[in-house]
């Protein structure tokens, strides 16, 4: 049960393998490996339960979610990687007019807090 | 005269010194020019290191390489508390003392600093306590004068600046004067909730900095991330002796989108949205205009901070070469105390972070089309006043003795 959510969650479990995922640069890495149908998919399934995930979440301490909890949190956050995408530059999964992303460095991103 | 003078020039009238003629691009392509930089510039005036938070306890220490000085700068946080910056090479025959590794700063603790060449140690304060087989050296040879060589360091509001020079024309805050002045005061310490951005850009450092240094960008480059956000011009330019700094405005979208919107229900994240709040000194915002959304300056050479009502950030950039640069971004909010908050800092920093791509997109081109040296002059309009400044600044330092 790798992917099992918490109780009300169990409908995202579909997307828990591919897009779960603990860290800043795992969560970018996803999205620039994404095509437009795979990001605005998932925007769709998943942005509609942002709010409700939030709120869940915050039934534990910052930094004590249990596990089902965390692989839940970790789809919101991935929600939030991928939302100017969808939201702002029509489904382009990557930035558009924009420098080439993979020489960014995210000096925090590989921190899972 | 080609073109008809539309609206009043707001800053060319307030600043009437600086002219209104076009610059010349050779400071940015020159590589003798870049030399003349390094001397009369880079190592003779402040400049930013970091903040006192990278240094938590006696005896972390930050090494940061400066390839324009080839030299490697160890800030070290001694046990009285005092922050010092020491040149990176052994008194003993020159090795490096701290090894540096990767391609970007390098951070740690350590009770002692030992060369790994011949183990000569030091201490906190960079003194020379330690010599394996001190007996064998001569009498020409005298450990206390032998620590590690200090670099002058001092700190304004908890960011740490050094200067090359052995005597500083001024001290810090003589350097930073009205500059420091106005950013006194905004509570950088509290805002601890750090995202860092960097890379290595093949461009001359100046065209980094005019690139953030302006708004008039906005409406193109942040035409995907900021649509229509803050194209509303510069208001309230004061050029602070060598610095400079104004307030950029905001035009807050009729609908925002769905997940951005969520984002701001939960934390002050992005500055995407106004706040009231009590974060900002009286200094910033002083008309105190509604539509005020953050505080753009340069303080020369080469750091840009901003504040806005519960986020700061700051870009930097380093020169290498004529031809190359390293560009630091950095983000600051509150740590997040909820997941929800944690999870709208998140989508802040993601918009924020691609708005910085859309800044950089432009750089690397500037460069490879100026060195052609198809344009000898570069023109600026009134809202780019900031840009104009720093020709005039550079070209006094440039202009003056080494």
């Not at chain 2, 509570?187 to 960097?198: D, F, I, M």
């Not at chain 2, 984002?263 to 009286?282: C, D, K, Y």
Request: glycine residues 8%; charged residues 25%; hydrophobic residues 35%.
């Amino acid at each position: 049960m790798s992917g099992a959510l918490p109780d009300g969650f169990g409908d995202l479990e579909t997307w828990v393998d591919e897009w779960s995922l603990a860290t800043q640069n795992a969560r970018w890495d996803k999205r620039l490996a994404s095509s437009k149908e795979e990001i605005t998919a998932f925007y769709e399934a998943v942005s509609p339960r942002v709010e409700a995930i939030l709120d869940h979440a915050d039934g534990f301490a910052l930094g004590a979610l249990p596990e089902d909890s965390e692989r839940l949190y970790d789809l919101a956050l991935m929600v939030a990687e991928i939302a100017p995408n969808v939201e702002l530059y029509q489904g382009d999964p990557n930035v558009p007019y924009s420098f080439e992303e993979r020489r960014f460095i995210a000096v925090h991103g590989e921190s899972e807090h | 005269m080609c073109a008809a003078r539309v609206q009043e020039q707001r800053w060319a009238s307030k600043y009437p010194w600086l002219g209104t003629g076009p610059v010349s691009s050779e400071p940015c392509i020159s590589p003798s020019v870049f030399e003349q930089e390094v001397e009369k510039v880079f190592k003779r005036v402040w400049l930013c290191m970091g903040r006192v938070e990278e240094f938590p306890e006696p005896g972390c220490y930050k090494l940061k390489q400066l390839d324009f000085a080839s030299a490697g700068v160890l800030l070290i946080r001694g046990k009285d508390g005092v922050i010092r910056a020491f040149h990176n090479v052994c008194s003993h025959r020159g090795n490096t003392v701290v090894v540096p590794e990767g391609e970007w700063d390098n951070f740690g603790k350590k009770g002692m600093f030992s060369c790994r060449f011949h183990a000569w140690s030091y201490n906190d304060k960079g003194e020379l306590v330690g010599v394996q087989n001190q007996d064998c050296f001569h009498a020409e040879f005298c450990k206390e004068d032998n620590g590690l060589t200090p670099i002058r360091c001092e700190v304004w509001e908890g960011f740490v600046f050094i200067n090359f020079a052995e005597d500083p024309d001024v001290g810090l805050q003589e350097y930073l004067g009205d500059m420091g002045q106005h950013f006194t005061g905004y509570p950088y310490h509290e805002l601890t909730y750090q995202h860092t951005y960097y890379t290595y850009l093949n461009c001359n450092w100046k065209i980094g900095v005019d690139a953030f240094a302006e708004a008039y960008h906005v409406n193109t480059i942040h035409a995907g991330s900021f649509p229509g956000t803050f194209s509303t011009g510069l208001q309230m330019v004061k050029l602070l002796g060598d610095h400079r700094t104004t307030a950029i405005c905001f035009n807050p979208p009729r609908d925002g989108p769905p997940m951005a919107t969520l984002s701001q229900t939960r934390a002050r994240g992005s500055l995407v949205n106004n706040v009231n709040g009590t974060t900002l000194p009286p200094t910033i915002n002083d008309e105190s205009r509604d539509d005020f959304s953050f505080e753009l300056s340069v303080f020369f050479p080469n750091w840009l901070l901003h504040v806005a009502e519960g986020i700061w950030f700051t870009h930097q950039f380093w020169p290498i070469s004529h031809d190359k640069c390293l560009w630091e971004g950095k983000y600051y909010t509150r740590a997040p105390t909820t997941h929800s908050e944690r999870w709208a800092m998140e989508a802040a920093v993601c918009l924020q972070r691609n708005a910085w791509l859309e800044d950089t997109a432009t750089m690397e081109g500037t460069f490879y089309a100026l060195r052609s040296g198809a344009k000898k002059q570069l023109h600026l309009q009134d809202e780019e006043i900031l840009v104009r400044h720093g020709y005039h600044v550079l070209d006094k330092y440039l202009d003056s003795e080494a």
